[in-house]
């Protein structure tokens, strides 16, 4: 089946302490990308990724790093988590620009609680 | 840059009844339109898109919208409402030759029995 598939569904940590939220795709996509989710604003997107070790900052990217070192797999860090970063988070892959596809397919989501 | 409003964040409407949900955007050129549904504790799941090549686009589940040029619209109809339904939704704009995809505020949908 083809998905987006993120680790963990949920998670609650504390100020500073070093996270990791895994994403992998299994679509063969070149482009990937993270989105975090907040009540009326929508999804802002954090990173995205048009290949491998070619990542680039979206609207929101202070606090948060990224690495692409494999097609598949494009992992979120918070190298000091704050408790603004307390959001749901999506991680995404598309089709462009391999075909004219625009759309973009979405992981399950990891809600995240910075306390 | 592109843009997306979503007019209504709540909308409320009766089993069996219309759903009407509005989307209007903003770009520069001619843009890449879609929705998505977000059931609860789950993610995005595209509705439907446009692409220029039909102005009137059918999605999952009975869903279509309409892209109207002359009112940078993109409002999405079903003509009867289930309780299945009951989500919120997305209404998303990119742009030719680049995936800077802008979401809207969301909208959610109540169904009542």
């Known amino acids: 089946e083809a998905q987006v598939t993120q680790n963990p569904r949920y998670l609650i940590t504390v100020t500073g302490k070093k996270l990791t939220v895994t994403c992998s795709q299994n679509?063969?996509?070149?482009?990937m990308s993270w989105y975090r989710q907040d009540p009326g604003l929508g999804l802002r997107q954090i990173y995205y990724s048009m290949n491998v070790e070619v990542t680039d900052k979206g609207d929101v990217p202070e606090g948060y790093k990224v690495s692409r070192k494999e097609k598949r797999n494009f992992p979120l860090i918070l190298e000091s988590p704050s408790p603004n970063q307390t959001s749901l988070y999506f991680c995404?892959?598309?089709?462009?620009?391999?075909?004219?596809?625009?759309?973009?397919?979405f992981g399950p989501g990891t809600r995240l609680t910075v306390t | 840059a592109q843009s997306v409003t979503q007019l209504g964040s709540h909308v409320s409407v009766s089993e069996g009844a219309l759903v009407l949900l509005r989307c209007n955007y903003s770009?520069?050129?001619?843009?890449?339109l879609f929705w998505y549904v977000q059931y609860p504790n789950q993610g995005l799941q595209l509705l439907l898109k446009?692409?220029?090549?039909?102005?009137l686009v059918k999605g999952i589940n009975d869903f279509e919208a309409e892209f109207k040029k002359s009112e940078t619209s993109f409002h999405l109809t079903k003509p009867s409402a289930h309780m299945s339904d009951a989500a919120e939704y997305f209404c998303a704009v990119s742009r030719y030759n680049n995936n800077d995809m802008r979401f809207g505020a969301g909208t959610r949908l109540t169904v009542k029995p």
């Open positions: 770009s520069s050129v001619p843009p890449y």
């Open positions: 995404a892959s598309s089709p462009w620009p391999q075909a004219k596809s625009y759309e973009q397919y």
């Open positions: 679509m063969n996509h070149e482009y």
């Open positions: 446009y692409t220029s090549a039909a102005t």
